[in-house]
């Protein structure tokens, strides 16, 4: 058994639709940072060959569907390589759903990283990421090891040196179908291709999140909790395809205390994914 592996969740700094495929998937530029807000798996061999999983966390508000990306991931990994081993999976999610924080793709990442050492199959990176697009666009950049530029569907990575930063994230109770945003006509789908000096040189003040007035108008409280930034003197964003906001903390910052019934927790960017040494 390998136990406790870690699966960050992740913030867009910023997020532009530059067009969209004859395939339907929309091409996006962005810069991803993983942040210290994590979900926890841990993976018990089975030599029958078969996949399951159990939901260890302690709040299950919404129950987890049967076939979610860990185990997706699973089966995926075992069709691609021909591997006859299982496992049993306890996942134990903290990162809220429909939240735009990648919290299952992320677990698809950190399950892959465990089973390729757990079963034994030493595929590297590369081969992994190619599995991986095949789960969600975000599942790559979660198997590589820090913040990135990221383009295309998800799939071209170049990794950043950043400075440490520190976020309020503000989760509001309700959350956004992410294919919903994607599949409105009010989507802009023509932002001019960014580039990496251009963030570099105004990593907060650059560009926007091209789904966010798509996302405000689905669910209001994006709306409202970006107000409750501003009222608190921080600068918002929504991340992903939300429903989640943050903000920069300000240095030396009082806690804050979120609405009743949302999640808030100030975070911190990691340099590097946890796991990153393991391929």
């Known amino acids: 058994m390998i ?18 495929q004859a395939n339907g998937y929309h091409q996006i530029e962005s810069v991803f940072v993983p942040i ?6 841990s993976l018990d061999l089975r030599r029958d060959g078969s996949i399951s999983r159990s939901d260890e966390s302690s709040a299950k508000a919404i129950a ?22 299982g496992v049993h999976i306890h996942l134990n999610k903290t990162i809220p759903s429909e939240a735009g924080m990648g919290g299952g793709s992320s677990d698809a990442a950190t399950t892959l990283l465990g089973l390729n050492r757990l079963w034994q ?15 969600g666009a975000d599942v790559p950049f979660f198997l590589h090891s820090g913040p990135a530029f990221v383009e295309g569907i998800g799939e071209k990575i170049t990794p950043l040196t950043l400075k440490p930063m520190r976020f309020w994230v503000l989760k509001p109770e309700l959350g956004v179908p992410t294919r919903a945003i994607f599949e409105s006509p009010d989507l802009r789908r023509d932002t001019n291709p960014a580039t990496i000096s251009a963030f570099v040189e105004a990593p907060f003040g650059f560009g926007r999140n091209d789904l966010q007035p798509v996302a405000e108008h689905l669910c209001p409280d994006i709306t409202r909790a970006c107000a409750w930034f501003r009222k608190q003197g921080l600068a918002p964003r929504m991340t992903g395809s939300g429903s989640a906001v943050f903000a920069p903390a300000q240095p030396d910052q009082e806690r804050l205390t979120a609405p009743a019934g949302w999640l808030i927790r100030e975070c911190c960017s990691l340099e590097a994914h946890p796991l990153a040494t393991w391929v």
């Open 64 to 85: 987890l569907p049967t076939e979610d990306l860990c185990v997706r991931a699973a089966k995926a990994l075992q069709l691609a390589t021909g591997c006859r081993l």
């Open 36 to 41: 210290n807000w994590m979900d926890r798996i």
């Open 121 to 135: 199959l030493g595929l590297d990176r590369e081969r992994l990421a190619r599995i991986g697009v095949t789960l």
């Open 3 to 20: 136990y406790d592996l870690p699966a960050p969740a992740k913030l867009n700094l910023f997020l532009h639709v530059t067009g969209r």
